[in-house]
């Protein structure tokens, strides 16, 4: 063997340095009495620097270079203590190296974030004559399913047939593994079918190729199959099974793969425990969810995660912010996933408060408001009535996507900002970012809240002339109401028949709405008659039809509408209205009186109602639907969930403190001209958010204009 001369002093600095060392050739010296001490040291070694003094000792000390030492070393400079690039300069400098060498290599940048690197090494192992092994294909296998390229893992795929590994049972599953993660789900399930021994392996590549792929179906049927025979899933395989049952949200399914669990003894670590939670949540049995959860004798941030991730999406948004609280008792530490939830469920319940202490949460950790975080900081400010909060994050993003720009553009809709979410649209254009469906939605929503119509015609014209987007029912259902809310009934009715797919209840319903606004009593009834057909079961078109008769007086149809939805044993939804104060949510009913400072509450409504008469407020009793004397209907609407929630807020807060009601139905015409008065006589910013939008009061008017 021959060593290059060199001096030891300059060589330690240039390891020190991670400069390439002298080229070395391997001997197969076995008696040399300093091998044992020198792989003893390999065998301990436990830092880089450590490593580059056993380097040393190797070049100094010549009959060191063995084989054995310099395929342990490589091994060691690959591991994570060493550096892959410290062992791609030391492998250069091998001139023969082996087999050995060269899987090592290839395995250490298949594992890495340049996989590449492992296919061009194992090019090389070919031109220099070796012939890959049963180590060598697999690792090449992950990196070509890392690099979802498929050509060269068939290429390898052809190798292995050559070479005979085709049959290797490890070979075989990391092939399937290849095929499946680039898609190409029926060349796994060929290669599984040829297989002569399935191990567990198998049969799990096979099911998370199936799921990875949206074949959730498929997955569930492979495990079934697998069942039948003498294997039994492990963990790793119930997690992805799981998962499969979670995108199918077949509640009976999952209590069978739950009870196959439990049958089989399979151990429930973190992962399954986890993975059962999230199962029972996506599958809407909230109840067997919280059981799992709360009897985990250990949680980590996927665990949190799970239930308030869950829950946000079942529409428990306050069962979801009180798991986040337990979370913070119990000292765990949220991140980006947890965040996007709590924010999630402060903007559905308009929740300000929480989602002002998470963005101080953001801030204070140093975690860039961008992406998911931003996007989510953004609508969670719109849909509690901070829009200008909201457009501040979005200007201070540093990266906006189409979700930012549609999050601000469809939060300045819902406030009746009409002009300044078109002007970011055409922002949008100027930076060259191409909107999408949902942006579309948001564009049109804004047109119909501030009444532009012929500028709604025209986006919609675009959307497939300009964009090549294809409208969706969603669009159709916003021009509808674009159209129906402006008064171009007769339009809007044109603009249905025409339409090249079905009108669906959307459709109907944005149409319907319109005859409420116009008091188009016998289109009314024509569309009720549609919408029955379609949605049989849903309350919202017999409420609506009652509003249309109440307000055009006819009183003995109003109430056979409401003997209709009796006779179907149907309730209507109960308004209700919330308001945060001091990081606590109320929640008010109409005349609700389970509140404990209910006696105060009411004293501030007759105050209010003293107050308003004496401003000129004439109640519009058309608002109350019953059929009784004047004063009657004036004290019903007295008592409505909002007015509550108002009296609360205007006894809780000190004076000129803006006071956010969030309510969860349309408000109705005299809480609005009430909202008003309140606005002017107690000298109050109110902002209140209903089903449709946000209106701001201030000062004896509101944003919307009355046209909302």
């Known amino acids: 063997m021959v060593i290059r001369s060199f ?7 240039v390891m020190t340095s991670s400069l390439s060392p002298p080229a070395i050739t391997p001997s197969y010296d076995f008696n040399s009495p300093q091998l044992p001490f020198i792989l003893h040291r390999l065998e301990c070694c436990k830092s880089m620097e450590e490593l580059k003094q056993i380097h040393a000792c190797i070049i100094k000390a010549r009959p060191l270079q063995t084989q054995l030492v310099l395929d342990k070393f490589l091994s060691c400079a690959l591991s994570t203590l060493g550096s892959l690039d410290y062992a791609q300069s030391f492998f250069s400098q091998i001139r023969n190296p082996n087999l050995y060498a060269y899987n090592a290599v290839i395995r250490g940048f298949s594992r890495s974030k340049n996989p590449m690197q492992s296919l061009l090494f194992y090019g090389e192992m070919l031109e220099k004559g070796f012939c890959p092994d049963n180590f060598t294909i697999p690792f090449l296998l992950k990196a070509c399913a890392e690099l979802r390229t498929l050509r060269e893992g068939e290429g390898i795929h ?5 070479n005979g590994l085709v049959w290797d049972v490890y070979v075989r599953n990391t092939l399937m593994r290849m095929y499946a993660v680039c898609g190409v789900t029926g060349a796994a399930q060929k290669l599984f079918d040829e ?6 392996v198998s049969w799990t590549t096979l099911i998370q190729g199936y799921v990875e792929n949206g074949f959730p179906g498929q997955a569930i049927q492979v495990f079934l199959e697998m069942s039948m025979t ?10 992805i099974v799981l998962s499969a049952c979670s ?3 077949d509640l009976d399914l999952c209590r069978k793969i739950h009870s196959y669990i439990q049958d089989n003894k399979v151990y429930l670590d973190l992962f399954v425990e986890n993975a059962l939670v999230d199962m029972y949540l996506k599958c809407g049995d909230i109840d067997s969810a919280c059981r799992l959860f709360n009897s985990m004798p250990k949680k980590n941030v996927v665990s949190w995660n799970s239930m308030i991730l869950g829950l946000t999406q079942q529409g428990e948004f306050k069962e979801a912010l009180l798991v986040f609280r337990s979370m913070q008792r119990d000292g765990a530490e949220p991140d980006d996933v947890t965040l996007v939830g709590v924010l999630n469920s402060c903007a559905n319940l308009g929740v300000l408060e929480l989602g002002k202490w998470v963005h101080a949460y ?11 975080i931003g996007n989510a900081l953004v609508d969670m400010y719109a849909k509690c009535g901070s829009i200008d909060q909201a457009f501040g994050v979005f200007k201070n993003m540093q990266h906006r996507d189409v979700y930012s720009y549609t999050s601000m553009i469809a939060g300045l809709a819902m406030h009746g900002e009409g002009e300044r979410a078109l002007d970011l649209f055409s922002e949008m254009s100027r930076v060259g970012m191409k909107p999408d469906e949902v942006t579309f939605i948001g564009i049109l929503t804004a047109c119909s809240h501030v009444g532009l119509v012929e500028e709604g015609r025209q986006y919609f014209e675009d959307m497939s002339r300009v964009y090549k987007l294809k409208p969706q029912i969603e669009h159709y259902g916003c021009m509808v109401d674009l159209l129906g809310r402006a008064g171009f009934i007769s339009e809007a009715e044109e603009f249905i028949r025409k339409m090249p797919i079905e009108p669906d209840a959307f459709v109907w319903g944005a149409l319907l709405g319109a005859c409420r606004i116009h008091g188009k009593v016998e289109l009314g009834e024509r569309i009720m008659k549609k919408l029955v057909e379609i ?13 249309i008769y109440a307000s055009a007086n006819r009183w003995r149809d109003a109430v056979k509408v409401r003997k209709a939805m009796k006779e179907r044993k149907m309730k209507k939804i109960p308004g209700c209205s919330l308001i945060e104060l001091n990081g606590m949510v109320h929640e008010f009913r109409k005349g609700d009186k389970s509140h404990p400072k209910t006696k105060e509450i009411y004293k501030m409504l007759d105050e209010i109602m003293s107050r308003l008469r004496q401003e000129g407020y004439v109640a519009h009793t058309m608002s109350a639907l019953l059929d009784v004397a004047e004063e009657e209907k004036e004290h019903a609407l007295c008592h409505h969930s909002e007015r509550l929630a108002i009296a609360f807020g205007l006894i809780s807060t000190s004076p000129g ?5 969030v309510k969860n139905l349309r408000v109705c015409s005299d809480c609005h001209s009430v909202t008003k008065f309140i606005s002017k006589v107690f000298r109050r910013e109110i902002i209140v958010r209903d089903r449709n939008r946000f209106h701001h009061f201030r000062g004896g008017s509101c944003s919307c204009k009355d046209f909302w």
């Open 247 to 249: 995108e199918l949200g």
């Open 195 to 200: 297989s002569c021994h399935r191990d567990l």
């Open 657 to 661: 403190t803006p006071l956010r009601i």
């Open 7 to 13: 001096n030891i002093q300059k060589f330690e600095r």
């Open 362 to 372: 953001v801030d204070r950790k140093g975690i860039r408001a961008d992406g998911f």
């Open 230 to 239: 003498k294997l039994k899933a492990d963990g790793k395989t119930m997690v």
């Open 535 to 547: 949605e049989p079961e849903k309350d919202g078109t017999f409420v609506l039809m009652s509003n």
């Open 158 to 162: 052809s190798q292995s047939i050559k």
